[in-house]
């Protein structure tokens, strides 16, 4: 019996051993597909800085699959180790077409928080521009599960961005625009190591339910609110939303009670909406009406690495 016994457990040690091959050997080996270094001037501070981007692919295991995802990093040029953003871009309506150049898409933003000092990872996620995976991996029933699949891309791309020697690995901003926004705001609800905090650009989703009736944005302004409870009940970080007056899906109102819904919850987060602007709030125009407030946000979360210690203006904004 002790024989049949041991033969049972060296069997399963085998077989422990082979499936580790197999998953190592379906791994995907990253790989860089660029590399420059440009002298940036921000047009909004007149910072100038020697920033590297590099545009590669990474490799990340979702779901128990891997896939290869695009990605550009953006990095100042010197020997110091610095924090890390996360950022994620948005998503033109159901069934987005495909973009090879969706990695040269959020090219000015990503680049003024280089010009800060952060190392700014833009991620592709599933499916989008030259990322393996399918478009239609995160258009879910709902908002809820929607952001949460999103999520695991961002993840994935913290544990890739970790082990690079040129970083901190204490702590981590996510951030996101429109879709990407959505994203980000849904990180907020998961325990990520590392990350501090979380901004919403324009945050909403696109999703498998949402209705096809001739007035539709409102049912889905509706939902989103309603998932605004949820997310709030789960925050575990601080958040800021930042949302422009012209928004053509939702009014200012609208945004508020979004915002107001996840705090009223238990959700950490400040709002600022910007006059004039509408759902682009990554543009200059825009970083020139939210550098002072991101900053401030950036500083009280511990994110310390800022370029830019001068005093810069004001600008006439709504906070709510």
Not at 2 to 17: D, R
Not at 86 to 98: D, E, L, S, V, Y
Not at 243 to 264: A, L
Not at 283 to 303: G, P
Request: aromatic share 10%; net charge neutral; hydrophobic share 35%.
């Amino acid at each position: 019996m002790k024989k049949f016994f041991f033969i049972i457990i060296f069997i399963i040690i085998i077989l422990s051993f082979t499936n580790q091959q197999i998953s190592l050997a379906n791994e995907k080996e990253p790989y860089t597909i660029e590399s420059t270094i440009c002298n940036y001037k921000s047009e909004v501070n007149g910072i100038e800085k020697s920033i590297c981007i590099e545009h590669i692919m990474f490799n990340a295991n979702i779901n128990n699959q891997n896939h290869l995802l695009e990605a550009v990093i953006y990095r100042p040029m010197d020997d110091k180790q610095h924090q890390v953003m996360i950022f994620t871009h948005g998503r033109k309506g159901p069934n987005p077409p495909k973009n090879p150049r969706q990695y040269l898409a959020y090219n000015n933003i990503c680049k003024y928080f280089a010009g800060e000092d952060l190392v700014v990872m833009y991620v592709v996620r599933r499916g989008f521009g030259n990322s393996e995976g399918s478009i239609m991996d995160e258009y879910k029933d709902t908002p809820l599960s929607s952001g949460l699949e999103m999520v695991k891309d961002l993840s994935a791309a913290i544990d890739y961005i970790k082990t690079k020697d040129y970083v901190l690995k204490d702590k981590y901003v996510i951030a996101g625009h429109s879709q990407g926004g959505w994203a980000a705001l849904s990180s907020s609800t998961v325990k990520i190591d590392g990350v501090a905090c979380v901004i919403n650009f324009s945050g909403a989703t696109n999703y498998a339910k949402a209705p096809r009736i001739s007035n539709w944005q409102p049912v889905v302004n509706r939902n989103l609110t309603e998932t605004c409870k949820i997310l709030g009940k789960s925050n575990k970080v601080p958040t800021l939303w930042i949302y422009g007056t012209d928004e053509p899906n939702r009014t200012p109102d609208q945004t508020k009670e979004m915002f107001d819904t996840f705090v009223s919850s238990g959700g950490n987060g400040n709002l600022i909406i910007l006059p004039g602007i509408d759902h682009d709030t990554t543009n200059s125009s825009a970083i020139k009406l939210w550098q002072v407030e991101v900053r401030k946000f950036l500083e009280k979360n511990s994110i310390v690495n800022l370029q830019n210690n001068s005093v810069l203006p004001s600008h006439n904004k709504l906070v709510a």
